[in-house]
């Protein structure tokens, strides 16, 4: 294939620059996200295995949220209950519910290791972007230094 050469000004390069920079902020947040979600899926797995160890009427803990708990004891740890849409709840064994998770970590690590593809892309654009801007300032600086 023919080797194509185009012309960009330097506003045009900082342009690129700077959407590229865009994309790679918005690919971290991506990433951020995917990984908390995962990482709420494992504490939900790990927790799961744990309570399914324990006999009934096992006293715990219940983490409600911001900081605060309530007692509580095991009725039946074999089985749980699961979200399936807004306000739509099942009830299904322990062994069940950690492969459906294991099954959605395993989809979220799928996406993070290609939105990581994604992220090496960007990144790899923009060291390119900026060692070409970086060119073209060393010619402008060379021209100037010549005039003198």
């Known amino acids: 294939m023919a080797e194509q050469k185009m012309t960009l000004t330097g506003n045009q390069l900082a342009q ?61 740890a074999s089985k749980a209950i699961s979200s399936i849409a807004a306000n739509a709840f099942t009830e299904k064994s322990g062994k069940e519910l950690v492969k459906e998770l294991d099954r959605k970590i395993g989809n979220l690590n799928n996406s993070l290791d290609a939105v990581a593809g994604e992220q090496q892309k960007v990144v790899m654009r923009l060291n390119q972007l900026e060692q070409i801007m970086e060119a073209g300032m060393r010619e402008i600086r060379k021209a100037r230094d010549g005039q003198k």
């Open 16 to 76: 690129l620059s700077e959407q590229e920079r865009r994309k790679l902020s918005e690919i971290s947040r991506r990433v951020n996200s995917l990984q908390s979600f995962r990482n709420e899926l494992q504490a939900a797995r790990d927790a799961l295995e744990e309570v399914g160890k324990n006999e009934k009427g096992t006293q715990i803990l219940v983490n409600l949220g911001g900081g605060v708990f309530i007692k509580a004891s095991i009725d039946d």
